[in-house]
């Protein structure tokens, strides 16, 4: 008998899947010792979408929220979502600011960082895996799923053992798109566990095509270590399984979790509550919960077909809705075949978009479209073609380089120009990170700050 363990991820991958992220810190904290006592692995709560969102539409600062939760949250690893080199936000970042990043994100709490990258370039992830490392904290390494001819079993476990040269803790399946089907999750896992017995598995996926939890179950039975699920009333559809069904189903097999139901139900209560009031106040696109068994064969991580909608729906184009999905496919493989997760889902969406409206191919392209096929996003699955590099890029010549080598150190000049409005380096992070957002945020939380003080005591 061995015990599965569960990563929560309603505080990051859930609501971030299914209410574009805009849970604030208040929704949180009332819960936060009741999911401390469940018995869950870690919480997942911060990274990924969390910082940009917290800052840019609830006025809040990230560094707070971990630093609250984490005052509630005694004994639960707290768990976050690096980007790789490009840590939370859209560029790459210097490596000082990337070794100071991930020291004040374990100094105010995190334990567990999952660390990946769209292109699987062991590259852009070395540096945060070797800060992780100095400052303590769990290095989780996440390996991008995709399909395509490149991606095979072979692959990946050469990939998973490189992560492991490089000191992973951990290694993670990322299934972003939930595309990762029961079989083939099932030789991965079991391939993994045979070259490396020792190394942890962890496997994440989404429910959005409805195969998430087969998916669970047959990795389960190949030796993970880890899933990652979602409290029922922030569960399903393009968020995580459902952790209590999930545990239910488990409950007296060979692979119980000894979560605390009562616990659990308590938990799914509460946020059924908050989930309430984000209908009400239109932040649950229903679509997010319809199960959409075609992004088997599109790929297509679920946030990127709500924003492609969107995206059409404002061009007035809604009705190329279906060319510019067989599109996709086909800007993926000129692009050598990154998996469809930020910022990739981004620049492939956006071209495929733009190939279809103006009824040419590559007649136009976004500037970051120029600078992945240059190379400075980093080394892509499978070399891009020449013909194709020539026509978006005017040029066959490629960038071979890391792209962290293209950052000049940047902290000591970051001090300077934010020296009137950061106040410690988490401020200066933020205002590193999000410049336009940052910087007239943390001037109105210091204009209000007199007020505050005056009504504390
Ligand atoms: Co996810």
Not at 170 to 192: F, H, N, S, T
Not at 230 to 258: A, D, F, H, R
């Amino acid at each position: 008998m061995s015990n599965i363990q569960i990563t929560e991820t309603v505080l990051r991958d859930g609501h971030q899947s299914l209410l574009a992220t805009r849970m604030p810190t208040e929704d949180m904290l009332p819960i936060i010792e009741k999911m401390d006592e469940v018995g869950y692995r870690s919480l997942e709560m911060w990274g990924g979408a969390t910082f940009d969102v917290a800052m840019r539409f609830l006025n809040q600062d990230p560094w707070e929220r971990l630093r609250e939760i984490k005052k509630l949250a005694k004994k639960t690893p707290l768990q976050m979502l690096l980007r790789g080199q490009t840590l939370v936000g859209y560029r790459h970042y210097a490596d000082d600011t990337v070794d100071l990043f991930v020291r004040k994100s374990i100094e105010n709490g995190i334990d567990i960082v999952r660390i990946f990258d769209a292109l699987n370039d062991v590259n852009n992830i070395k540096n945060p895996l070797k800060a992780v490392k100095k400052y303590g904290g769990i290095a989780q390494v996440a390996m991008s799923y995709s399909i395509s001819p490149i991606h095979t079993l072979d692959f990946y476990l050469n990939l998973a053992k490189e992560y492991q040269d490089l000191g992973a803790d951990e290694i993670a399946i990322k299934d972003m798109a939930g595309i990762l089907l029961p079989e083939r999750g099932y030789e991965l896992v079991k391939a993994l566990k045979k070259a490396m017995p020792n190394m942890p598995i962890v496997v994440h996926t989404h429910d959005t095509a409805g195969t998430g939890s087969m998916l669970y179950l047959k990795v389960i039975e190949a030796g993970a270590d880890v899933i990652d699920t979602s409290i029922s009333s922030l569960g399903g559809g393009s968020s995580q399984p459902v952790t209590e069904s999930i545990v239910k189903s488990l409950e007296g097999s060979k692979y119980p979790t000894n979560l605390n139901q009562e616990l659990l139900s308590d938990i799914a209560e509460y946020f059924k509550t908050m989930r309430n009031k984000y209908l009400e106040q239109g932040l649950i696109d229903i679509q997010s919960y319809f199960t959409e068994p075609k992004l088997i064969e599109y790929q297509l991580p679920g946030g990127m077909l709500s924003n492609l909608v969107s995206q059409l729906k404002s061009q007035k184009a809604g009705h190329r809705y279906e060319e510019v999905l067989r599109e996709i496919p086909k800007v993926r493989k000129d692009f050598g075949y990154p998996a469809l997760v930020t910022p990739l889902s981004q620049i492939v969406g956006t071209q495929a978009v733009m190939n279809v409206l103006l009824d040419e191919r590559y007649k136009i392209c976004s500037k970051e479209a120029k600078d992945y096929i240059q190379g400075f996003y980093g080394k892509s699955s499978v070399p891009i073609d020449e013909d194709i590099r020539e026509k978006i890029c005017g040029t066959k010549e490629e960038y071979k380089g890391s792209p962290s080598d293209l950052v000049k150190p940047e902290l000591e000049d970051a001090r300077k120009e934010f020296a009137g409005v950061a106040d410690s380096d988490e401020e200066l992070l933020s205002c590193i990170l999000f410049p336009q957002v940052a910087k007239p945020y943390l001037e109105s939380k210091k204009t209000s700050a007199p007020i505050e003080i005056e009504i504390l005591p």
